[in-house]
């Protein structure tokens, strides 16, 4: 998928939706103000208030389309990718569990990877197994008892080679096991509400009806 700016994207949506954007020198550099935040222009008027802050003065459409850039960045999905994706899954939890059973987000929730991009790089080029068996397809949607392994030849990678350092003391979402060096099991399906962003689901789904 094709993004642009991050640091413009993550203002507007008022989200840090990219790894970027998750970062000191976003907080320092005035990026992470949501519009209407900054310094006051002459006429003692916000500057770059021209737009409506995120989550303010926004019609039902409006807040309903906020909702759905922030979770389409989020997981990384192309407007088409992601329509089709609310369109088989029409309930909230159902929603929320595909986006979150697909393999680079899993990847990425083990923390392998800084990012889903990352992630969903690291799946493409052949790096991750499961169930022992080579898997390139970062939309494979995980099962309880799937098994996700690093392939051996890739466990040398600048990318996962200091990894059992980093995992030290990292803590997966509860559908996962706590990671090993390179390995992980989905112990359950993902339940709503374990994501970094208080993501609107309902609202996604709304928004879909309507257009």
């Known amino acids: 998928m094709r993004i642009g700016p991050k640091y413009k994207i993550c203002r507007r949506l008022g989200e840090r939706v990219f790894a970027k954007c998750q970062t000191t020198k976003f907080s320092i550099s005035g990026s992470a103000q949501k519009p209407g935040q900054g310094k006051k222009s002459a006429a003692g008027r916000p500057a770059g208030s021209a737009r409506p802050p995120a989550g303010r003065n926004l019609s039902e459409y409006g807040s309903q389309l906020l909702e759905k850039q922030k979770a389409r960045y989020t997981y990384g999905l192309g407007e088409r990718q992601f329509a089709k994706q609310v369109k088989r899954h029409r309930r909230e939890g159902d929603l929320y569990q595909s986006l979150e059973a697909r393999l680079d987000n899993a990847v990425f929730r083990l923390g392998w990877t800084p990012s ?77 509400g374990e994501s970094e962003l208080n993501l609107n689901f309902g609202a996604i789904i709304d928004f879909y009806s309507r257009v």
């Open 116 to 192: 889903r991009a990352a992630a969903r790089q690291a799946v493409t080029h052949g790096h991750i197994l499961v169930n022992g068996r080579r898997v390139n397809m970062p939309s494979f949607s995980l099962q309880p008892g799937d098994k996700i392994s690093l392939s051996p030849s890739s466990r040398e990678r600048s990318l996962f080679r200091d990894l059992g350092e980093r995992l030290k003391d990292y803590q997966p979402p509860t559908w996962l096991t706590a990671p090993a060096s390179g390995e992980g099991e989905v112990l359950a399906s993902p339940a709503i």
